[in-house]
């Protein structure tokens, strides 16, 4: 199988307070993932790629200060959600991809929601 | 820049019958792979099936084929024998063949929303 787990799968937090997502490979390698953001009823909206071991890539307009990412083993990317503000409130997935395969594997996803 | 479209905002089908949803995309790349993926309201994406460019041969997973046109740069997704479960978001997906980070990178259509009567 190609499980990712993505942790928490809800979080309600207070504006100005950060918030870190994990998302993990449970039995696969993974030296690149990404980071998606989906509002109701829209596609994906791909955040960064996270590349184990150096600096993620981010798409253009993600605020890279805002939106932490650190990739620091082959099954685990955290995303940290800076002092988070109500606008930060989405649905945040995470994916992996199989090395040595050419597919990405979806976690949950995280439900976060900023007070 | 590659673009995918999925020019059917909503789609239904009734039970046991067959629904062919559509995805075309726009690429200078001669190799590449396409995906279906499924998002059912638990939001957990779901891959349905996959094809590589440089096969000619369609992809086919139980009662999920692919219809791949190359030249018309076209890739619909048949379901066939529908069932409830079959209810959900579904995505078209394409990535360029090359490997390493932003090669993995998937490029999505905005999704077909597939509604299953009973």
């Known amino acids: 199988g190609a499980v990712v787990s993505q942790h928490p799968s809800r979080v309600i937090c207070k504006s100005g307070t950060s918030v870190k997502i994990e998302c993990r490979s449970l039995d696969f390698q993974a030296t690149t993932m990404f980071w998606y953001r989906q509002f109701p009823k829209q596609s994906l909206m791909l955040m960064a790629t996270?590349?184990?071991?150096?600096?993620?890539?981010?798409e253009q307009g993600v605020e890279k200060d805002k939106f932490l990412i650190n990739h620091a083993s082959l099954t685990l990317s955290t995303l940290t959600v800076t002092s988070a503000h109500p606008e930060d409130s989405s649905f945040y997935i995470c994916?992996?991809?199989?090395?040595?395969?050419?597919?990405?594997?979806f976690g949950p996803g995280t439900r976060l929601t900023v007070l | 820049a590659q673009t995918v479209t999925q020019s059917q905002p909503e789609m239904s089908v009734q039970e046991a019958e067959t629904v062919t949803l559509s995805c075309t995309y726009d690429t200078s790349e001669s190799d590449y792979y396409l995906f279906w993926y499924k998002q059912p309201p638990s939001r957990q994406m779901i891959l349905v099936i996959r094809?590589?460019?440089?096969?000619?041969q369609n992809a086919t997973e139980n009662r999920f084929s692919v219809n791949f046109q190359k030249a018309a740069k076209s890739f619909s997704l048949k379901i066939s024998d529908s069932q409830l479960g079959d209810a959900a978001m579904y995505f078209c997906?394409?990535?360029?063949?090359?490997?390493?980070?932003?090669?993995?990178?998937?490029?999505f259509g905005k999704g077909t929303l597939l509604t299953v009567n009973p």
């Open positions: 994916s992996a991809h199989k090395s040595g395969t050419d597919t990405q594997y």
């Open positions: 094809q590589e460019a440089y096969k000619q």
């Open positions: 997906a394409y990535r360029p063949a090359g490997s390493g980070g932003s090669n993995y990178k998937l490029t």
């Open positions: 996270s590349n184990e071991g150096s600096k993620a890539t981010y």
